[in-house]
């Protein structure tokens, strides 16, 4: 089993409010992604990092930002939410190829609602 | 720009049956190849990846895959279904990104299989 996490599971908040997804892995992986997944779509990459300090904006447009302050830990952060963001948001990690052949492994998501 | 496509977006078939999930993908270069399953109220996990070598490759609970390059496709099969597999399946595609980039994971859309007892 996959040693990454996040926190909260769901969450349910009005329009206009801050919020901060959380994402920890344990396995000292350098790359963490996270993804926008809707019913019935794609996985959406919103943003990914490949180390300390590294962050990028991913394929979909997202109005979230992102810090890697730390190795395993990956916060996503809304500065005001909106009911547009109403969505399951998935994190992940991936560790060296060579190892892994570029494998990512999830976290349980979070199912964000705005009302 | 590089795509994924699984062909169906539903699938209910009964215990026993044969399953076959389509997955095509749009990259002329060199890929690694993923089937992840969503179990109901779990993680996604990887089921079987291809890298390179044998292009039939077999996975956890009996599914496997076979990398087909000339039809760019990689699709997912299990000879008899239970109902403990019914779950969520996304095929994904690694891709280089070119010398300044590392890879980029694109996933399909998923397909969702009900497996009726």
């Known amino acids: 089993e996959a040693d990454i996490y996040q926190t909260p599971r769901y969450l349910v908040i009005g329009t206009g409010k801050k919020i901060t997804l959380e994402c920890s892995q344990t396995?000292?992986?350098?790359?963490m992604y996270w993804y926008q997944q809707d019913p019935g779509m794609e996985l959406h990459l919103i943003h990914y990092?490949?180390?300390?300090?590294?962050?990028e904006k991913g394929d979909l447009s997202s109005e979230s930002t992102v810090s890697r302050i730390r190795t395993e830990h990956f916060p996503l952060t809304l500065e005001s939410a909106r009911p547009s963001h109403t969505s399951q948001y998935l994190c992940?990690?991936?560790?060296?190829?060579?190892?892994?052949?570029?494998?990512?492994?999830f976290g349980p998501g979070t199912r964000l609602t705005v009302l | 720009a590089q795509s994924v496509s699984q062909h169906n977006h539903h699938v209910i078939l009964s215990e026993a049956a044969s399953l076959e999930l389509g997955c095509n993908y749009s990259?002329?270069?060199?890929?690694?190849l993923f089937w992840y399953v969503q179990y109901p109220g779990q993680h996604l996990q990887l089921l079987l990846k291809?890298?390179?070598?044998?292009?039939l490759v077999k996975g956890i609970k009996g599914f496997e895959a076979e990398f087909i390059k000339s039809k760019f496709s990689f699709n997912l099969r299990k000879p008899s279904v239970q109902w403990s597999d019914t779950a969520e399946y996304f095929c994904?595609?690694?891709?280089?990104?070119?010398?300044?980039?590392?890879?980029?994971?694109?996933f399909g859309a998923g397909t969702r299989l009900f497996v009726k007892a």
């Open positions: 994904a595609v690694n891709a280089h990104e070119g010398s300044a980039g590392g890879f980029k994971t694109i």
């Open positions: 990092s490949y180390g300390v300090n590294s962050t």
């Open positions: 992940a990690s991936r560790g060296a190829a060579a190892k892994t052949y570029n494998e990512q492994f």
């Open positions: 396995m000292g992986h350098d790359k």
């Open positions: 291809y890298f390179s070598g044998d292009p």
């Open positions: 990259y002329g270069g060199t890929v690694n």
